[in-house]
């Protein structure tokens, strides 16, 4: 289940690191800057249409973006 509290925190999270500010990932993707802030407060999720970009200017995988840490877990023998 995708829980838009965490969605947000890891774009802001994503975001900080690659040391983009909110208004240039709302140019990037051609919403506004309170589009972006909702997002990381997850207050709103962005569109479908949008994340494939979203994950692709923050630089990670789509799974990860939507769910997180995607290394799987080993089990021990």
């Known amino acids: 289940m995708i829980h838009p509290e965490q969605l947000g925190s890891r774009i802001a999270a994503r975001r900080r690191v690659l ?20 997002w ?4 709103a999720c962005p569109d479908l249409v949008f ?12 799974e990860e973006l939507l769910i997180g840490n995607t290394t799987p877990c080993l089990a021990s023998a």
């Open 51 to 62: 994340l494939d970009d979203l994950a692709e200017l923050l630089d990670i995988g789509l």
């Open 40 to 43: 990381e407060r997850g207050l």
């Open 19 to 38: 040391g983009l500010t909110q208004g240039q990932v709302a140019v990037h993707m051609g919403v506004s800057p309170q589009a972006v802030s909702k």
